[in-house]
Nanobody
Framework: QVQLVESGGGLVQAGGSLRLSCAAS????????MGWYRQAPGKRRELVAA???????NYADSVKGRFTISRDNAKNTVYLQMDSLKPEDTAVYYC?????????????WGQGTQVTVSS
């Protein structure tokens, strides 16, 4: 069994910064892509940013230039540095990971962390 535990959400004023962390633990042989998604009330869950185990990144157009995704493979942890936050960034942010465990591939989600940006 694998768990993803997120931390770092909270309330911040527009223009401020937050850093999210997501640590994977359990029976892990390898982790391929890791990413962050978000879901605002009444909206679909959307991809915010993703990163491969080789460091190739992908961002939603709405966050390019403001958010930075990174990972520490030794710690099985992915980070999301969020700068110049806007009220429209308010959402529950979810960590996602493609995990290889005992020669099988699984996709896992974290429990979510609330990010609220006030205007």
């Amino acid at each position: 069994q694998v768990q993803l535990v997120e931390s770092g959400g909270g309330l911040v004023q527009a223009g401020g910064s937050l850093r999210l962390s997501c640590a994977a633990s359990g029976s892990i042989s390898n982790i391929n892509a890791m990413g962050w998604y978000r879901q605002a009330p009444g909206k679909r869950r959307e991809l915010v940013a993703a990163i491969t185990n080789g460091g190739i990144t992908n961002y939603a157009d709405s966050v390019k230039g403001r958010f930075t995704i990174s990972r520490d493979n030794a710690k099985n942890t992915v980070y999301l540095q969020m700068d110049s936050l806007k009220p429209e960034d308010t959402a529950v942010y979810y960590c996602n990971a493609d995990v290889i465990s005992r020669a099988y591939a699984y996709n896992y989600w974290g429990q979510g962390t609330q990010v609220t940006v006030s205007s």
